[in-house]
Structure formats: structure tokens, C-alpha cells
């Protein structure tokens, strides 16, 4: 069955601090890639999403996110968070093979101290 | 240009009465969405309407979980018989096209089931 993983539930950093979310997927295929953002008190919406072509894809807010196929891998970075980066975070993936069904990851509330 | 309106925004209900709840997506979206998000849970895919089509099914929890959508535009996620465990937030995106347009979220429905 298809699914997606994310390793942290919750993570706590000082501004500055570098940020790394762990994500993998189980699809077979070629997969579309997506992280959604949750700021406290806002609809969920789209960080960045990755299809095809380079593997590091970059997104708003100075967020990037690298696709490593071999490990089913699409992990979320920025090498300098800010206090208003506090918020959950989404893993998503979808595929022709699975009829484009979005399955989302179980999230990670990110806070960061200032 | 208005976003996906979902209505109404909070729902409290007692067990074993039915809910509808409504979403408007954006103007011109032609695939819609429908999730769950319970406390400390992802999301969970419940159902897709292409059009007015809904071809994967899959997702509803039971056959209590009925939705339709009309004239491309508003669906309805109907639950009959509501159980204490169907008490989630209800979210609803939109999108121009399936598989790799990005999903525009609505606020989401928080129903309550006492």
C-alpha cells in the first residue's frame, strides 16, 4: 500500500538553527512530490513540489527540498530557520499508479525559539 | 480572487445524527478534494471528484460517508449516523487538474460528535 513517512513528530530549534525533516514514500512508479506548510491560525499551503528534472528543488521562503529516488527519500531543508517558520509541516505524494490519490504524512510541528 | 470556502466552520452534533458539509472550491478548479485531519493524525484522504466524478472511492472510512458534487463546482460530504469517532477537522482543497497542480486548501469543518 502506498504511504508516506515522516520521521519527527515535533522539533524544537533556536533561530538560525539548520532544519532538516526526514520523508519517505512507499509508491511504485514515478511519483509527484509535495510539502505543505500549516502556520498556526492559517490554511494549509504549498512549500514546493518536485516532478521531474534536478533533484533539489527550491521553494518560498528560502526552503528546499531534495528528491533521492534510490531511497525514496524527499527531505525538507533551510540552513537558517527564523521564529516565523514556526508551523506543521507536510509530506505528500501522488502517482499516476495510484489513481492521484494525495497520501499525506502525518506532519511535523516545528517550533523555534527565538 | 476568493479561496475554497468551507461551511460551516465548526459543527457540534450528537451521535447517530447525520452532517452534511459543504465546500465551494475556486472558480475553474476542476479536481476537489476531501480530507480528515484528526487530533495528531495527518491527513486522510476520504475521496476526489474530477469534474463530477468521483473515481476513487476508497478513501471513505464507511459506507456512512457519502459525497457528491453538482455542476463542477460545490460538493457535499455527507455522514450519516454520526459516530464520536468521526470528530475530525474536515478539509477541502481544490486544484486546476490532478496529479501535479498544487492544492489550494479550504479552513476546514471541525465537527464535533458528543
Known amino acids: 500500500a502506498q504511504s508516506v513517512s515522516q520521521h519527527n513528530h515535533h522539533v524544537i530549534l533556536s533561530e538560525a538553527a539548520s532544519l532538516e525533516l526526514g520523508c519517505n514514500y512507499s509508491y511504485g512508479g514515478t511519483v509527484n512530490l509535495f510539502w505543505y506548510v500549516q502556520y498556526p491560525g492559517q490554511h494549509l499551503q504549498l512549500l514546493l513540489k518536485?516532478?521531474?528534472?534536478?533533484?533539489l528543488v527550491k521553494g518560498i521562503k528560502g526552503f528546499e527540498a531534495e528528491f533521492i529516488k534510490s531511497k525514496f527519500s524527499f527531505n525538507l531543508r533551510k540552513p537558517s530557520v527564523q521564529w516565523s517558520d514556526t508551523a506543521e509541516y507536510f509530506c505528500a505524494v501522488n502517482a499516476r499508479t495510484g489513481g492521484f490519490k494525495t497520501i499525506f504524512g502525518a506532519g511535523t510541528r516545528l517550533f523555534v525559539k527565538a | 480572487g476568493a479561496g475554497v470556502s468551507q461551511s460551516p466552520s465548526n459543527k457540534v452534533t450528537e451521535k447517530g445524527k447525520d452532517v452534511e458539509l459543504r465546500c465551494d472550491p475556486i472558480?475553474?478548479?476542476?479536481?476537489l478534494y476531501w480530507y480528515r485531519q484528526s487530533l495528531g493524525q495527518g491527513l486522510e484522504f476520504l475521496i476526489y471528484f474530477q469534474g463530477n466524478s468521483a473515481p476513487d472511492k476508497s478513501g471513505l472510512p464507511s459506507d456512512r460517508f457519502s459525497a457528491e458534487r453538482t455542476g463542477g463546482s460545490v460538493s457535499t460530504l455527507t455522514i450519516q449516523r454520526t459516530q464520536q469517532e468521526d470528530s475530525a477537522v474536515y478539509l477541502c482543497?481544490?486544484?486546476?487538474?490532478?496529479?501535479?497542480?498544487?492544492?489550494?486548501f479550504g479552513p476546514g469543518t471541525r465537527l464535533l460528535v458528543l
Open positions: 482543497a481544490s486544484s486546476l487538474g490532478l496529479e501535479r497542480e498544487t492544492q489550494y
Open positions: 518536485y516532478f521531474s528534472g534536478d533533484p
Open positions: 472558480s475553474g478548479h476542476t479536481a
